[in-house]
Structures are given as structure tokens and as C-alpha cells.
């Protein structure tokens, strides 16, 4: 699992440990497994939020765990041309890579470590797939995307897309050395991630060693989730057991502790965790497929738009197959 790394942690800024005498640590309210199932043109993902209560997840809609998977020559798979509107879609790969392009000219193809992230805002067309090259030669494909919603004054935005590179994302170390930490987006303490947020969100991807322990300030006005990628660990002051395709539920404080266990597999070194939360919008939601408005009249609207061209064009030089109906 490369993501973005460095050989020693230890020349990396530290996140220091919150003090115990007046930070509130954030309890687990549930561990939840993520059932595995099917995406766009059939690739493999685990529904990462599947049966938790949106009130919990807010301000986030949906999440996949894309892969892990190995690709034989020719079985790459990605997505048709779709719609979206009242959202934004975050897509961090962590190995392999993935070619994005929107009818909005936003695109790019992004790699180990990569995130592109794209407001859907009033509408957008767009299509994910991999390269032809890796369609040809098979190969390691895992990452992430992310819905995160955006609030009914901000639904209504113009489209946009940042593409951030490996390069950018913020690296620190807990403060014993013992785990790697990604800021993409929001901050984690004085350290903050390159990603560039309409709803205000933290997004973090932490390696942990065997047996490492790691407890980070986490705004208290903010949910707090956590989503096993790969090996096991614990969630919690109380350490609820927590393992490869599990998502942790906290409950309210100002910091949170997830701890790898002392021994892993050979295949995942190390306790791979996103760590995710944002400010509640506290707002109705009306989800079906690939719109996220706030009543049901806004989504027969985006369905109407869609229908009638009026959320983008497919670019005329596109090789792939019109938008799914």
C-alpha cells in the first residue's frame, strides 16, 4: 500500500499529544462491517457506510472502498458517463491509478497517493475509468471515494475540480513516531491538508506500526468516523476491536485513538485508517443514485435537467459509450 510515504518518520513535524487533563476523548458508538458489491461497469467495492444512520454520517452521503483488487490483463473496469449534482465526489487512490474526465474540462489521471476532487455543484457529467494501459497489463487497483454533501445555499454552485497531487498532501508523525499521518484535506492541530472544502471536513489517511497507539485533536464540532482499509487494530479509550472493511462511529469529545495490534499480516504491514469527519448540515437529504438534493421535487428537477442536456455535454473527441440513461 504506497499512498505517499517517507523512509524515516522521524524527520517529519510531530502531532502532539493532546492533554489528558482537559480533552474529552470521543467514545464508540459502533463498528460496522461494509458489505461487498459492484460498481459501474463491475468493478469490486465495499459499501463503507451501508446501514449507519445518515444523522451520524453527516455531512457525508456515501463512501467505497474500491479493491483491493489484482487485475488480469484486460479486466480493468470503470464507470460509463454519469451524472451529479448537489455534491462533491473525492477519489483518493492509494495504489494503481485512475483517469478522471468531466464535461465541466476538469481531468487528469491520478496515481499512488493522487486525490481529485470534483464539485458536482448545479451539475456535471463525468467518467472514471482506467488508462488503457492498464487495461492491457492488469495490475494492483485500491482506493477511496467519498461523497461529501454540500449545504442547500451551495447546491447550486459552479462545477469545479482540484486535482491534488501525492506530492501536496501534508505529512506529519504522531508524537511517538509510530504512525504515519496524510492531512488531504481540513487540519489536524496546526497542520492542515491542501484540499479545498465548500463544507468544512478533515481527511486523513494514518499508517500505523504494530502496536502503535495514536490519539489526535479532533474538532468538537465536528462527526468523527473511522474506516479500516487494511490489518486490525482498536477504536476507542476502551479499544473496540476493529479490522480490515470495519467503520468506527464516534460519539462527541475533542480528540480520538485508534491503536494497531502488536502483530499483522504479512500483506498489510501496518493498520491502514482513514480518519473523516465534518460539520453536521443538519439539513434534509434526498439521495437517488448519482443526485444528493434536499427534497424530492429538487431531485425530479435534477432528473428533468439531466434528461434535457442541461447538466454538460460528453466532449466530442470522448471514445467511451453515451451516458446511461
Do not use: C
Not at 189 to 215: Q, W
Not at 231 to 250: C, D, H, K, W, Y
Not at 269 to 280: H, R, T
Amino acid at each position: 500500500m504506497p499512498a505517499v510515504t517517507v523512509e524515516n518518520l522521524l524527520v517529519l513535524p510531530r502531532v502532539a499529544l493532546p492533554d489528558p487533563t482537559t480533552s474529552v476523548p470521543r467514545a464508540v458508538i459502533s463498528v460496522s462491517s461494509a458489505p461487498s458489491g459492484l460498481e459501474g461497469e463491475g468493478f469490486p467495492v465495499r459499501r463503507a457506510f451501508a446501514g449507519v444512520p445518515q444523522a451520524q454520517l453527516d455531512p457525508f452521503v456515501h463512501m467505497d472502498q474500491m479493491g483491493e483488487v489484482e487485475y488480469a490483463p484486460g479486466e480493468p473496469k470503470g464507470t460509463p458517463w454519469h451524472p451529479h449534482r448537489g455534491f462533491e465526489t473525492v477519489t483518493y487512490i492509494i495504489d494503481g491509478i485512475f483517469q478522471h474526465r468531466d464535461s465541466n474540462g476538469g481531468g487528469g489521471v491520478i496515481t499512488n497517493g493522487d486525490t481529485q476532487w470534483m464539485t458536482a455543484g448545479a451539475g456535471i457529467l463525468h467518467i472514471e475509468r482506467p488508462p488503457e494501459e492498464l487495461v492491457v497489463s492488469g495490475g494492483l487497483f485500491h482506493g477511496i471515494q467519498l461523497w461529501v454533501n454540500l449545504p442547500r445555499q451551495m447546491k447550486w454552485v459552479p462545477p469545479r475540480y482540484q486535482d491534488i497531487r501525492g506530492g501536496a498532501v501534508t505529512l506529519v508523525a504522531s508524537d511517538d513516531g509510530g504512525a504515519l499521518i496524510r492531512i488531504i484535506a481540513g487540519a489536524i492541530g496546526p497542520h492542515s491538508g491542501p484540499g479545498v472544502t465548500y463544507t468544512p471536513i478533515t481527511l486523513v489517511h494514518a499508517s500505523l506500526a504494530p502496536g502503535a497507539r495514536l490519539t489526535l485533536p479532533w474538532r468538537a464540532d465536528f462527526n468523527a468516523l473511522a474506516y479500516a482499509l487494511a490489518g486490525r487494530g482498536s477504536a476507542g479509550e476502551r479499544g473496540a476491536s476493529l479490522g480490515t472493511g470495519q467503520l468506527v462511529v464516534f460519539g462527541a469529545g475533542d480528540t480520538l485513538t485508534v491503536a494497531a495490534d502488536p502483530e499483522q499480516e504479512s500483506r498489510t504491514p501496518e493498520f491502514e485508517v482513514l480518519l473523516l469527519g465534518g460539520q453536521p448540515i443538519r439539513e434534509p437529504v434526498a439521495w437517488a443514485g448519482p443526485f444528493v438534493m434536499n427534497t424530492d421535487d429538487e431531485l425530479r428537477q435534477a432528473f428533468t435537467d439531466y434528461r434535457a442536456g442541461r447538466l454538460g455535454s460528453i466532449p466530442v473527441d470522448s471514445v467511451s459509450a453515451s451516458p446511461a440513461p
